[in-house]
């Protein structure tokens, strides 16, 4: 066999290796996902917990990569689509009614992202899940779960995954101004033959007393958001609402402006002594 030959047969091999898509749509994945994994771990570098940033650009790094893997492909099988142009409208009603949900979950991410609904590290509302948005993709969501009433502003410790498509049948609530200061609201349900003017003075001083500490950072911040949203909101001033329920006893609600991780403990401080007083005038 001379050199020649030998030539022209490593010249058809190599011809017949690089022409085949399936190779190269097989090359194509393993370095866009082998480079997706790298840079990954360069912006972790073995951090057992990730800021906000971090995350951010984990997903703009993700994001890109399935979007560069999309066109690689489509660029790979052109050739092969042309050729089938005919048949291009039949094949894409079968993948249309084939992938539905998926297609579903594509219009969501671009709803949200057209719209700009929220972004990494927002605490939404979607329907029933409520958390902080750890991650999202082209198909689905992902939530740091937010725990119920009484436990509004805790984290369960679960993780929601949403699919994009709950976005084009859900409203979406961006509960991102209540991640640092949150109007509280809470009932406090007593009988209605007690004389509540000195529960409520008690109240009004104690809420005076407890605000004294974040008031001021609390009416900047009020400030603040009122400029965001162009919506004249209530200042930050507690309030005390007096009514009756349907059983005709009183309740006693107290609206206050306070930081989002105390909300809870202020409630149970109030409420504590509010019943002690009760019990009290019981003696």
Wanted: with cysteine.
């Amino acid at each position: 066999m001379n050199q020649k030959t030998l030539g022209l047969m490593m010249s058809a091999f190599f011809s017949f290796y690089i022409d085949n898509q399936i190779i190269q749509s097989c090359v194509l994945l393993t370095v866009f996902l082998l480079l997706r994994i790298f840079l990954v771990y360069l912006i972790k570098r073995k951090r057992a917990i990730l800021t906000e940033s971090r995350r951010h650009w984990i997903t703009i790094v993700k994001n890109f990569s399935w979007l560069m893997i999309v066109f690689g492909l489509l660029t790979v099988w052109w050739p092969e689509l042309s050729n089938f142009a005919i048949s291009i409208a039949a094949v894409t009603l079968a993948l249309v009614i084939a992938t539905k949900e998926l297609i579903l979950c594509f219009s969501g991410a671009m709803l949200r992202a057209g719209t700009g609904a929220f972004t990494i590290g927002d605490w939404v509302e979607v329907g029933s899940h409520k958390g902080e948005v750890i991650d999202y993709d082209m198909f689905s969501t992902t939530l740091q779960e937010l725990d119920k009433p009484p436990n509004d502003y805790s984290f369960t410790g679960k993780t929601i995954l949403m699919p994009n498509s709950v976005f084009l049948s859900e409203s979406i609530k961006n509960l991102n101004f209540s991640k640092r200061y949150i109007f509280h609201r809470f009932d406090i349900i007593t009988e209605p033959h007690l004389n509540i003017q000195d529960i409520q003075q008690w109240i009004v001083a104690e809420l005076d007393h407890i605000s004294g500490d974040f008031i001021e950072i609390a009416r900047r911040y009020n400030a603040f958001i009122e400029k965001r949203t162009g919506v004249d909101i209530p200042g930050p001033e507690p309030r005390i609402m007096i009514s009756t329920n349907e059983l005709a006893k009183r309740v006693i609600t107290v609206i206050i402006f306070c930081p989002t991780e105390k909300a809870a403990e202020l409630e149970l401080h109030i409420t504590h002594g509010v019943l002690e007083r009760i019990y009290q005038t019981r003696k």
